[in-house]
């Protein structure tokens, strides 16, 4: 085990924070301030992927940056775990970027300035808290990032937007404060330190009853995980741009809460204690509870992107569920569900988005026949569903493969089935929307036969990320070995 | 200390206090008060409290009536008979009261005698006072000792209390900067050739002596009774008792209001500054015995004693100038006008 | 008797601190209040001076004069200065306050033309 | 020339001289008081940083004024715990200072010297109560403080004469109950100075007489810091009182008074009496738990934005006094970096409500409209206030609630715990409903495009100190465990 001490993690984090600046000095020339978007998000890129080597190598990047106060340290450390989710993020933001770009000219937006502002300090949070060495860091970027989407959330900054934007307030900061901070401080009076480690820090410090009840409000207070009940803030915050619902939304607000959920599991509580504890079946119970209902609800959603974000609350505990299961193969899963997702649902809300750019359109009831119109985007649309559901050749297949392993490895029949059924569900969701936009008569036709499709800037990327989909079947790398290897460092097998 | 004659003192004190608090006549009410005063005056001194005694008469019995009279006048005379009574205030001020008395009954179980001569407060830092003043300070009343020297601190605050007060009645009622030039006439429609010639005449004779003992009282503060504060009350109230026989403007052509404030600041700022002297001539703050060095022919002691008068002095300037600053202001409802 | 001649200076300022407290809640009218105000704060002078008392002392004065040789001075025949001293502050803060009291009150007066505090708080909606 | 030694006195001697020298020089010319009361608070900032650094290096500093010994004259005694909330007071007037000039020139343009002349006083007044070792002298400062106090926040005229008559009132009871409580710890000890009565107590711990003089210096501070159910004062008061006077009071007032509690407990009656002597603990607990609950109730009811901010005022008080009523080290040090968090978050509120003031005539939650787009920089500085006050990190606020958190956790006091969070929950309401307003424009259409709004920030004389306020929250908050470890941590008593 090699451990780097490099700033390298904390720059990843900083370098979209302090692009605001310039973004904010240019506000008047778009194309520079873009410029300025695309040059953070490559420096970024290219942060993560140095550090990529050190991690696949089976060592870690830490950086202390301030110990605040004892035992609380604002501390960095780029382990396989962060380094999978670090990536992600950090390859989607550009995609998104240049997505943004398109959409938002191409609607006209005003406020642009915020947004891509905003934007960039959303993404140094993503980053702070993947690659966070400590419970109180993780705490620090999660409520950064709250408070940086609630401009992206609300920009449209009318009726409908105030409201959605309370909701989504209420859930998340609700959340964070009334459980996350009061377990978090619970952890520190019981140890001492919040420091993630390989076998958790609560094990032999406190009785059942106080594990149970920590492990509660942790797996509900990460709001952002969108564990059922407190799901209600992702539907409402749709009414968001449809950028941001795609970054934000299936990639980095939604996994943060995942993720945030992964490293207190496997960092804080520790494999072994919850095993011993037998917690595992109960949090397995509340992720398959989230899985089938969020998927039937979201059977009964008209809403395009209404029926994306309960597909995403579904998928989401998909990944809690991996982490539940406390086997190797499903713990994989989860993780690698974490990177399968993201491309595939990301494809999905780029083709929402580019949709609603081309035609105005956001109901499936009002998209018949619209594969005629726009058949890139609805094919890619499809991959992004496949990948979803998880039917080959996709990304989304490899990762419910693993989850399917883990169950039985686990001896988990009852979530084994969880999953088919949701699976299932997954596919009569998703489609009927294709199926209805190509297969249908000229009559039925909402949309005449002519090919025109959202700009290019809005296209190619949904185009890049619907491939990579497809090429993360074939070569799972380096998700999968990253996710092997977190896997390895927690269970300790 | 004869217990019955204090016990008679008391009693009627608080039957003075009763009756000012419940008097529906707020002019009345305020003469009672100053009577209660009177007789708290008495027993201070019955109790050896000199110097609080005199304190007490000039500013309680004397000073504090004279504004209560001016607000008094410029607002209304009598209290409105409740309609509806204040049950609930009523109630929660007996409930407070009876709660803090019991309270404070409470304590006085476990007080020494009074005057018990062996109490800890006798014993502990009193003899020190009692027998340094004289070899410390080669001043004889212990009280102006700890006042000006001892404590010194606590009195160069207490002074900027009264500055603060004067600035504040200054700053609420607000006269300079917008003062009315122009001639008012008065709300009773008097003039000043209409005031008592009798009681004018009165005044032109007492004012000087009234000065003269003033600075007396000030200038013998070592040896007697009084002091900065006493004598600073009386100059004040030679002015005041101006303004009341003739009027505010007789008085303002004497000692402007502007000049009483320049006077006011003066004073404290002779207290702070013999304080910061000390400090640069290398000394601790107000520690007066390195004022030998600068003053011809002083031993640290005597240099104490005239450190002492120094700041006396400035106490006497604040406390004339605010005590004729709140009069004013007052009388006057913040105008400067002719007053009552 | 005993317990009567003993505590007797203590009683009395707790009664007229009790005045005091009583007018400065229950009654309406302003002035009255300060009234009240005045008195709680003499009451808790009487209290200082109380503690300052010592039978068979005289006032902390020391007598010196011309004639007078100068003797080792006897502690027991003055009274304890201390509590003088700090009355002294106490009746100056106290009338310091009454200044700044009146000017409100007169400030209030001229502004709602009534000293009666529920007739200014109506006054004020 | 002045040797360090003289530090301590020069802290509360500068503003002192100066606000006389003001007053003169006011009278002569109006424009000299500005520039001559921030030197003065610069010299008495610059004085109590240096005696902090000695504080640091040197430990206690004793200083005997007069050059008399103590007991016997007045002592200045700078420990660790006081030397940190001079520079607090120090800094926070000079910040409202420089802050408060076009407010006093708009609001009382013919009142400026006697402004200034009362600001510097009231500044002197409070740092004198931070730093005496006395506990009489302690009670004039008091009154020095209350008195300027009265008088500025009459000075706001109309509806803030009949709050200050009333602060008069309930004031004067507040320090003549501590004058009380120093009566009979001087009737039954003998002494004044706090250190003496400490050494001396302990022999008396069974009396009555010590019990009642406790409980009526505590009752003192809690009038004159607001503490629940003693707070009805302070709303009104500070809601209608003018900009500039609030700025300085609002942060200063009350954190002093709770110091002068911790000061009481800790060195005059000592934390053996006050904990365990005393079966008050939990009771005192609780009711700061109602304060806390019940400030953010009412915060949470008013419409008016500065009003609002009182009652947030009432919420934090509790959170001291409970903090400091824990009994607990965690606690206590929450109490204590909670003075210096809370006092400098304050500030930050109350100068940009003089802000609002300023620009829109009015403290109404809808005078705050479009406010992001208008002033993007004030609203910057006042977001990180306010989610101080939420207790976001890295902000202050999280790291004192932090401890008072494990403070409570360590007491076993959950009540407190859950109330702390609570609040925390009504600021994120409280705050996130005005950045809405703030945000969110009269009128705009559905997709917010509306007529153009220009900047229109504030002033640079009240955005600079704004500023500096909003970088000194965060800065303080990454120091939290410098000063808890260089300071705070010297200044909890020891053994509990």
Redesign the interface.
């Known amino acids: 085990m090699e451990t780097v001490v490099s700033i390298k993690p904390l720059l990843a984090s900083l370098v979209s924070l302090v692009a605001v600046i310039p973004i904010v000095l240019s506000g008047k020339r778009p194309n520079l301030r873009e410029g300025w978007t695309f040059l953070a998000g490559l420096i970024k890129l290219g942060l993560v992927v140095s550090m990529l080597p050190v991690v696949l190598a089976g060592g870690t990047v830490q950086y202390t940056l301030?110990?605040?106060?004892?035992g609380?340290a604002?501390a960095f450390k780029a382990d396989a775990m962060g380094m999978l989710f670090a990536l992600i993020a950090a390859t989607l933001w550009l995609v998104t970027s240049a997505y943004s770009i398109g959409y938002m000219r191409g609607l006209h937006?005003?406020?642009q300035t915020r947004y891509f502002s905003f934007f960039a300090v959303a993404l140094s949070a993503t980053i702070g808290v993947a690659f966070a060495a400590n419970l109180?860091t993780l705490?620090?970027f999660y409520?950064m990032l709250s408070?940086a989407t609630?401009?992206l959330v609300?920009?449209?900054?009318?009726g409908e937007a105030?409201a959605s934007?309370?909701k989504y307030?209420t859930f998340i900061?609700?959340t964070s404060?009334?459980l996350v901070?009061?377990a978090m401080?619970?952890v520190?009076?019981l140890t001492g330190t919040l420091d993630f480690t390989a076998a958790g820090i609560l094990s032999g410090t406190t009785t059942k009853t106080v594990i149970v009840v920590l492990l509660l409000m942790f797996v509900f207070g990460f709001a952002k995980a969108g564990i059922m009940p407190m799901h209600g803030w992702l539907p409402a915050a749709m009414v968001a741009p449809t950028p941001v619902s795609a970054l934000l939304h299936a990639v980095a607000v939604v996994k943060v809460g995942v993720f945030s959920i992964f490293r207190i599991l496997t960092g804080i509580f520790g494999v072994d204690l919850l095993r011993t504890l037998g917690l595992g079946e109960t949090l397995c119970v509340i992720a398959s509870i989230t899985i089938l209902a969020a998927s039937l609800i979201a059977l009964s959603q008209d809403g395009l992107k209404r029926r994306l974000a309960f597909s995403t609350i579904g998928q989401l505990s998909y990944i809690v569920l991996g982490a539940a299961l406390l086997s190797p193969k499903g713990m994989v899963g989860g993780l690698l569900h974490i990177a399968m997702h993201a491309f595939g649902k990301i494809t999905l809300f780029f083709c929402a988005g580019a949709i609603f750019v081309a035609t105005g359109k956001k109901n499936i009831s009002e998209m018949v026949g619209i594969g005629k119109r726009m058949p890139v985007t609805m094919i890619a649309f499809l991959i992004g569903s496949m990948s979803v559901i998880g039917i080959p050749p996709t990304g989304g297949f490899i990762s419910k493969w693993h989850l399917l392993l883990g169950t039985l490895e686990a001896d988990q029949l009852p979530m084994l089935v969880v999953l088919l059924s949701s699976s299932l569900l997954n596919a009569a969701y998703f489609l009927p929307v294709f199926y209805r936009a190509f297969f249908c008569t000229a009559e039925e036709s909402l949309f005449p036969a002519k090919i025109e499709e959202a700009p290019a800037w809005c296209v190619a990327p949904l185009v890049l990320t619907a491939l990579i989909s497809v090429g993360l079947f074939f070569n799972p790398q380096p998700f999968l070995r990253l996710a092997e290897m977190a896997v390895q460092f927690c269970v300790g097998g | 200390m004869i217990w019955q004659f204090d016990l008679l003192i008391l009693a009627l004190g608080v039957l003075c206090a009763l009756a000012s608090i419940s008097l529906k006549d707020l002019l009345s009410a305020a003469i009672v008060f100053g009577a209660y005063s009177f007789l708290m005056c008495l027993l201070w001194t019955e109790m050896g409290a000199v110097d609080v005694a005199f304190t007490e008469a000039a500013v309680g019995a004397g000073v504090s009536t004279v504004f209560f009279l001016a607000a008094v006048y410029h607002t209304n005379r009598a209290v409105k008979p409740r309609r509806r009574g204040r049950l609930l205030h009523k109630l929660v001020g007996l409930v407070t009261a009876a709660c803090i008395g019991l309270l404070l009954l409470s304590a006085t179980a476990d007080f020494p005698t009074w005057a018990d001569p062996n109490s800890p407060a006798s014993v502990y830092l009193s003899p020190f006072y009692i027998t340094e003043t004289i070899p410390q300070t080669a001043v004889p009343n212990i009280v102006t000792a700890v006042l000006a020297d001892f404590r010194g601190f606590d009195t160069m605050f207490e002074t900027s209390v009264i500055f603060v007060a004067g600035l504040a009645v200054l700053a609420i009622l607000g006269s300079y900067g917008r003062r009315q030039r122009d001639y008012e006439p008065s709300p009773t429609g008097q003039d000043a050739a209409h005031q008592s010639s009798i009681v004018q005449t009165a005044c032109r004779v007492f004012v000087p002596f009234m000065q003269l003992f003033a600075l007396y009282v000030v200038a013998h503060g070592h040896h007697s009774p009084g002091g900065g504060f006493q004598g600073g009350v009386i100059l004040g109230a030679s002015f005041i008792l101006v303004a009341i026989s003739y009027d505010l403007r007789v008085m303002q052509r004497r000692l402007r209001e502007r000049l009483a404030m320049l006077f006011a600041g003066l004073g404290v700022l002779i207290y702070a500054g013999i304080g910061a002297l000390c400090l640069v001539l290398g000394a601790n703050f107000l520690d007066y015995s390195i004022l030998h060095t600068i003053l011809p022919a002083t031993s640290p002691i005597m240099a104490r004693s005239h450190g002492m008068l120094g700041v006396e002095i400035g106490v006497a300037f604040t406390v004339m100038a605010i005590m004729v600053i709140i009069y004013v202001n007052v009388a006057s409802h913040g105008k400067s006008d002719r007053g009552l | 008797m005993e317990m009567l001649l003993a505590k007797y200076n203590y009683w009395i300022y707790v009664t007229l601190m009790m005045i005091g407290i009583y007018a400065m809640i229950a009654k309406c009218n302003l002035m009255k209040k300060i009234i009240g105000m005045s008195i709680f704060q003499t009451a808790i002078i009487v209290f200082y001076v109380s503690i300052g008392a010592k039978k068979g002392a005289t006032i902390p004065i020391i007598a010196h004069g011309h004639g007078v040789a100068h003797e080792a001075v006897r502690v027991a025949d003055y009274v304890n200065p201390l509590p003088h001293v700090l009355m002294l502050t106490a009746i100056v803060v106290g009338v310091g306050t009454l200044g700044v009291a009146l000017a409100i009150a007169m400030s209030i007066h001229e502004k709602y033309g009534s000293l009666e505090e529920d007739e200014i708080l109506e006054r004020q909606e | 020339m002045i040797s360090p030694e003289q530090y301590p006195v020069l802290i509360v001697v500068t503003p002192l001289l100066s606000a006389f020298l003001i007053n003169i020089l006011g009278n002569m010319d109006k424009r000299f008081c500005y520039p001559a009361t921030l030197l003065a608070l610069a010299g008495s900032l610059a004085a109590a940083v240096g005696t902090l650094c000695r504080v640091a290096n040197e430990g206690v500093i004793h200083y005997r004024v007069g050059g008399w010994p103590p007991p016997f004259g007045i002592e200045y005694v700078v420990d660790h715990l006081n030397a940190l909330v001079l520079v607090v007071v120090a800094g926070v007037a000079l910040v409202a200072a420089v802050a408060s000039k076009r407010s006093v020139e708009e609001e009382f343009p013919h009142k400026i010297t006697q402004f200034y002349t009362l600001f510097v006083l009231l500044t002197t007044g409070l740092l004198g109560m931070t730093i005496t070792g006395d506990a009489f002298n302690l009670y004039v400062l008091m009154e020095i403080a209350a008195l300027t106090n009265y008088a500025l926040i009459a000075m706001g005229g109309n509806r803030a004469l009949m709050a200050s008559f009333n602060y008069v009132v309930v004031g004067t009871i507040g320090a003549c109950f501590y004058l009380l409580g120093v009566g009979h710890l001087y009737i039954m000890t003998g002494s004044l100075n706090m250190a003496d009565i400490m050494t001396i107590l302990p022999s008396l711990y069974g009396t009555n007489a010590i019990l009642v003089a406790a409980i009526l210096m505590l009752l003192g501070a809690w009038i004159k810091m607001a503490f629940f159910p003693l707070h009805g004062w302070l709303p009104n008061a500070y809601t209608y009182a003018p900009s500039a006077t609030s700025s300085l009071v609002a942060p200063l007032m009350t954190k002093v008074s709770v110091y002068i509690m911790i000061r009481v407990m800790f060195s005059v009656l000592g934390a053996t009496y006050v904990f365990t002597v005393l079966p008050v603990k939990e009771l005192i607990v609780w009711l700061a738990t109602a304060a806390i609950v019940g400030g953010s109730l009412f915060a949470l009811s008013q419409k008016d934005f500065k009003r609002m901010l009182t009652f947030l005022i009432v919420a934090e008080v509790g959170y001291m006094v409970g903090g400091a009523w824990l009994a607990t080290e965690r606690g206590i040090t929450g109490a204590i970096l909670h003075i210096v968090n809370d006092a400098v978050m304050t500030l930050c509120l109350f100068l940009f409500s003089a802000i609002v003031v300023y620009k829109t005539k009015g403290h109404q939650l809808s005078n705050l409209e479009g406010m992001f787009k208008k002033m993007p920089l004030t609203m910057t500085a006042f977001a990180v206030g306010a989610l101080s006050m939420i207790g976001v990190p890295p902000t202050a606020g999280f790291f004192s609630k932090w401890y008072l958190i494990l403070g409570g956790i360590d007491a076993g006091q959950w009540q407190f715990v859950v109330a702390l969070l609570f609040s925390s929950l009504v600021n994120a309401v409280l705050f996130f409903r005005i950045f809405e307003i703030a945000y969110y424009e009269p009128h705009s259409d559905h997709h917010g495009h509306s007529a153009p709004v220009a900047i229109d920030e504030a002033p640079m004389s009240m955005l600079l100190p704004l500023a500096v306020v909003a970088v000194a929250i965060i800065m303080l908050g990454l120091y939290s465990g410098e000063i808890v470890t260089t300071f705070i941590q010297h200044a909890v008593p020891a053994g509990i």
């Open positions: 301030w110990e605040v106060l004892p609380l604002i937006e005003h406020s109180f705490y620090l409520e408070l609630y401009p609300t920009h449209h900054q009318d105030r934007g309370r307030l900061l609700g404060i009334g901070l009061p401080l619970i520190y009076s």
